[in-house]
């Protein structure tokens, strides 16, 4: 069974870095490009950023670009996202969620973990 | 980057079929086939229902189709059930190399 426990989140200020952390388990990691979608309780999803499954291409919003990182440890079958320089509006449960069934790493995420809350707040 | 347009509400009784329409653009949806579509009840997380556009992964009911015409996809749930009272998100693959969602419609089963 694929599991998906994103870690990390809480309370940060603005301007200030959280790294969220998602362990995988139940599928080869390396195949399989991994996302974070976000989602303001409440409101719709929102991409975030995508690693393809080597690791060589790395995708982001342009809400997020130049600020949040994504990387990927294979050998932890983990996936992080480190958020810098924080604003109130980054508030939002992030979801991690890795590529699910189609022809492309666009083509569908599935499944999806449980959510990490991230509070963004002087 | 802008989202997807979606109605924000649909409704239907049981029984009834009813369609959820995904308004883009030449640059995301009418561009690729690579729409997906993604159930969430109250309180649970997002669970995929179509993807590429018009195909059910294995597991998810019958009932669940989806479509494309130009820069609008389109889901339909046919026999509506209570269960299916959820919020229901698209998103698509974008020529700039990201993914947008809609900003969702939620589905009242009267």
């Known amino acids: 069974e694929v599991q998906l426990v994103e870690s990390g989140g809480g309370l940060a200020q603005p301007g200030g870095s959280l790294r969220l952390s998602c362990a995988a388990s139940g599928f080869i990691f390396n195949n399989y490009a991994m996302s974070w979608v976000r989602q303001v309780p409440g409101k719709g999803l929102e991409w975030v950023s995508t690693m393809t499954g080597g690791g060589v291409h790395t995708y982001y919003a342009d809400s997020v670009k130049g600020r949040f990182t994504i990387s990927r440890d294979s050998s932890r079958n983990m996936v992080s996202l480190q958020m810098n320089s924080l604003r109130v509006e980054d508030t939002a449960v992030y979801y991690c969620?890795?590529?699910?069934?189609?022809?492309?790493?666009?083509?569908?995420?599935?499944?999806w973990g449980q959510g990490t809350l991230v509070t963004v707040s002087s | 980057q802008s989202a997807l347009t979606q109605p924000a509400s649909v409704s239907g009784s049981p029984g009834q079929s009813i369609t959820i329409s995904c308004n883009g653009s030449n640059s995301d949806v009418g561009g690729y086939n690579y729409v997906s579509w993604y159930q969430q009840p109250p309180g649970k997380t997002p669970k995929l229902i179509i993807y590429?556009?018009?195909y059910r992964p294995s597991g998810v009911s019958n009932r669940f189709s989806g479509s494309k015409s130009g820069n609008t996809a389109s889901l339909t749930i046919s026999g509506l059930q209570a269960e299916d009272e959820a919020d229901y998100y698209c998103?698509?693959?974008?020529?700039?190399?990201?993914?947008?969602f809609g900003g969702g419609t939620k589905l009242t089963v009267l």
């Open positions: 590429d556009v018009s």
């Open positions: 998103s698509s693959y974008t020529n700039s190399s990201t993914l947008v």
């Open positions: 969620t890795k590529r699910g069934v189609g022809t492309v790493t666009w083509s569908s995420f599935d499944p």
